[in-house]
Nanobody, 123 residues
Framework: QVRLVESGGGSVQAGGSLRLSCAASGFTFSSYCMGWFRQAPGKEREGVAAIDSDGSGSYADSVKGRFTISKDNAKNTLYLQMNSLKPEDTAMYYC?????????????????WGQGTQVTVSS
C-alpha cells in the first residue's frame, strides 16, 4: 500500500532553514505528482509546493524564492528545502502523492497523505 513518511520538521528561529523529507513506498514514485501542503491551527490546509513527474515545480506565492521542492527518484524521496523561514510558515507540513497533477498540484481529495511533520518558526 501507499506509504508516505515525513521527517525533518522542528523548531527554528526566523531567518533559519529546514529541509523536510518524505520517504515514499508502495507506488511508482517517479511517475507520480508529489506535493507539500501545510495547515496551521485554525486555518485551512494550503498547498506549498508541488512537483510533477517531469520535474516541473509549482509554488504558492507566499513561499516563492524561499522554498525549493525536489525529488530523488532513486531514493523514492521528496524534499522541501525551506530557507528564510518566517513565523507565518509555522504549521504541520504534509506530503501528498497523486497519480496525476491537475494545474500542477496533486488532487487533495484523491491523493495519498502522510502523517505530517511540525515546523515551528519563532520570531
Amino acid at each position: 500500500q501507499v506509504r508516505l513518511v515525513e521527517s525533518g520538521g522542528g523548531s527554528v528561529q526566523a531567518g533559519g532553514s529546514l529541509r523536510l523529507s518524505c520517504a515514499a513506498s508502495g507506488f511508482t514514485f517517479s511517475s507520480y505528482c508529489m506535493g507539500w501542503f501545510r495547515q496551521a491551527p485554525g486555518k485551512e490546509r494550503e498547498g506549498v509546493a508541488a512537483i510533477d513527474s517531469d520535474g516541473s515545480g509549482s509554488y504558492a506565492d507566499s513561499v516563492k524564492g524561499r522554498f525549493t521542492i525536489s525529488k530523488d527518484n532513486a531514493k523514492n524521496t521528496l524534499y522541501l528545502q525551506m530557507n528564510s523561514l518566517k513565523p507565518e510558515d509555522t504549521a504541520m507540513y504534509y506530503c501528498a502523492a497523486d497519480s496525476m497533477c491537475v494545474w500542477g498540484w496533486p488532487r487533495s481529495d484523491l491523493g495519498h497523505w502522510g502523517q505530517g511533520t511540525q515546523v515551528t518558526v519563532s520570531s
